[in-house]
Nanobody
Framework: QVHLVESGGGLVQPGGSLRLSCAAS????????IGWFRQAPGKEREGVSC????????SYADSVKGRFTISRDNAKNTVYLQMHSLKPEDTAVYYC??????????????????????WGKGTLVTVSS
């Protein structure tokens, strides 16, 4: 059975950093595209970043480029989202999700989750002073 469990969220001051983790079980990362998404109160879900399991290619939303980095550790079957220079507008529940097949990471991010079949329950990130 496939499970995705996010962790690492919390309260951080503007300009601070956090690293989110997405631990996968029931499948291996190699065959899946893993994405990070977020949803702020009163707003629609948006794509943040995505990484391909097959070739490691990545995509980012314009709002996080240069501040966030997605990576994976196949040995631990875990995907990470390192977040730097956090802003109050980054406050949201962050979800990871997985999709199988030849998905384009840019499409996954820009559509907010096209092709993502399995979803975690999310972790809350609050950026506030």
């Amino acid at each position: 059975q496939v499970h995705l469990v996010e962790s690492g969220g919390g309260l951080v001051q503007p300009g601070g950093s956090l690293r989110l983790s997405c631990a996968a079980s029931g499948f291996t990362l190699d065959n899946y595209v893993i994405g990070w998404f977020r949803q702020a109160p009163g707003k629609e879900r948006e794509g943040v970043s995505c990484i391909s399991g097959s070739d490691g290619s990545t995509s980012y939303a314009d709002s996080v480029k240069g501040r966030f980095t997605i990576s994976r550790d196949n040995a631990k079957n875990t995907v990470y989202l390192q977040m730097h220079s956090l802003k109050p507008e980054d406050t949201a529940v962050y979800y990871c999700a997985a999709g199988e097949g030849p998905l384009q990471t840019t499409v996954v991010v820009t559509t907010g989750g096209y092709g993502m079949y399995y979803w975690g329950k999310g972790t809350l990130v609050t950026v506030s002073s």
